[in-house]
């Protein structure tokens, strides 16, 4: 079985702050997307990230993937409220897509 | 847009009755999932289907079964529901194998008593 650990599993921050999400696994992904996920909704697409050493920002998000494609990192600069919510990686193992447990991130204003 | 529709937003079972779900997408999909998902475990895959009549499990498919007679529409079935089985129930479709986005459903929560 695939395995996606996902750390840390809570954050508690002030807004401002800089913040750093990690998801690891001993397996090599082809492919791997990190969702959000809002209370009473389902998780939504943040990005996919595909080739080993890739990073891709989308505003104050960063997202790494290793150049194993084994790792893949979240990266929030100046944290701002809005930005609380659950936090999910998912990694693709030949269509099978496995999330890692989440993070859930609290901004305080 | 895509839109995934779970039939059921809030469930209430008695233990050993049989529980369906029941979910539907608009975007003709190949790729449907359900998922179950518990604070602190995140989402487990519990089956999968890339067509019409085709499943997969997935790496928690005990006490689960799924139907997916129609390409739109996808449903996890629980023979005998039991209290371990209370839980929030995603549905997820996506087009194509691989590095597709996965389209969610609002959930369906399900409590067996």
């Known amino acids: 079985t695939q395995l996606l650990e996902q750390s840390p599993q809570f954050l508690s921050i002030q807004e401002g702050e800089n913040l750093t999400v990690y998801c690891n696994s001993s397996s090599v992904f082809s492919s791997l997307q990190w969702y959000r996920q809002e209370p009473g909704e389902g998780p939504v697409l943040l990005v996919t990230?595909?080739?080993?050493?890739e990073v891709k920002k989308l505003k104050r998000l960063t997202f790494q993937f290793g150049d194993a494609r084994k790792d893949s990192s979240l990266h929030i600069t100046a944290a701002q409220p809005g930005d609380t919510g659950l936090y999910l990686c998912?990694?693709?193992?030949?269509?099978?897509?496995?999330f890692g447990q989440g993070t859930t991130l609290q901004v305080k204003p | 847009d895509v839109k995934v529709t779970q039939s059921s937003r809030y469930l209430v079972k008695r233990t050993g009755e049989k529980v369906f779900l029941e979910c539907v997408q608009d975007?003709?999909?190949?790729?449907m999932f359900w998922y179950r998902q518990d604070p602190g475990l995140g989402l487990r895959l519990i089956y999968f289907?890339?067509?019409?009549?085709?499943?997969e499990k997935g790496d928690i498919p005990e006490g689960y079964s799924v139907s997916r007679e129609k390409k739109e529409r996808f449903s996890l079935i629980l023979e005998s529901a039991s209290t371990n089985q209370t839980s929030m129930y995603l549905c997820a479709s996506r087009w194509g194998a691989t590095a597709g986005e996965l389209f969610f459903g609002e959930g369906s929560r399900l409590t067996v008593l």
């Open positions: 990230v595909v080739t080993g050493g």
């Open positions: 998912a990694g693709d193992f030949g269509g099978k897509l496995i």
């Open positions: 289907s890339y067509d019409v009549k085709m499943k």
């Open positions: 975007m003709d999909h190949e790729n």
